[in-house]
């Protein structure tokens, strides 16, 4: 079992950065490969960054690229750090943890879920 806790949301201009964390519980984090998710109000949840188990390998969405990073550290906490941030950012974000090596952009191959911090950029 893994317990995932997002922090670092807010409200921030257009332009403006936050970082998001994400701890999770439990021994055998470096097990999982982890990934950040989106849900604007009225869509559907989309996928954003993953990092693969050891934190060599990093991947995003389009619209992302360039602006947000996802990072690890051995303390069992994966980060997302979102700069030059629009409007169209607005979601609640969601970090979740998968067995694959990889990570994935689907969220069903995703084993574990935080319960989701709120970004909200004003233009």
């Known amino acids: 079992q893994v317990q995932l806790v997002e922090s670092g949301g807010g409200l921030v201009q257009a332009g403006g950065s936050l970082r998001l964390s994400c701890a999770a519980s439990g021994r055998t984090f470096s097990r999982y490969a982890m990934g950040w998710f989106r849900q604007a109000p009225g869509k559907e949840r989309d996928f954003v960054a993953a990092i693969k188990r050891s934190g060599g390998s990093t991947y995003y969405t389009d619209s992302v690229k360039g602006r947000f990073t996802i990072s690890r550290d051995n303390a069992n906490t994966v980060y997302l750090q979102m700069n030059s941030l629009k409007p169209e950012d607005t979601a609640v974000y969601y970090c979740?943890?998968?067995?694959?090596?990889?990570?994935?952009?689907?969220?069903?191959?995703?084993?574990?879920w935080g319960q989701g911090t709120q970004v909200t950029v004003s233009s």
């Open positions: 979740a943890a998968t067995q694959s090596l990889h990570g994935s952009r689907s969220r069903a191959d995703y084993d574990y």
